[in-house]
């Protein structure tokens, strides 16, 4: 059974803001997107990466991070992602 975080949220008036960055996870570690703030319940499409990257598979690693109000960050979490370049 699913179960809506957003009447909990609501209920203990948290405020809370969260982006995600995409880097390579190579040597360079280069940071190939960095997204907009996303409030609970947002979601993107058709992403477009800062990084011009050639067709092919990339490992990555994407690396949520939490964010108050203030825009201060309160805790992140990583993982490594595979990325497929189509065009």
Request: hydrophobic share 35%; proline share 2%.
């Amino acid at each position: 059974k699913m179960i809506s975080m957003k009447p909990l949220f609501k209920q203990l008036n948290c405020y809370f803001l969260l982006y995600f960055t995409i880097n390579l996870s190579n040597e360079t570690e280069e940071k190939i997107y960095h997204s907009p703030y996303l409030t609970l319940g947002s979601s993107l499409t058709d992403i477009k990466l800062d990084s011009n990257l050639s067709k092919g598979n990339y490992d990555a690693i994407i690396t949520y991070y939490l964010v108050d109000e203030d825009f201060k960050e309160l805790s992140s979490v990583s993982m490594y992602m595979k990325l497929s370049i189509e065009n």
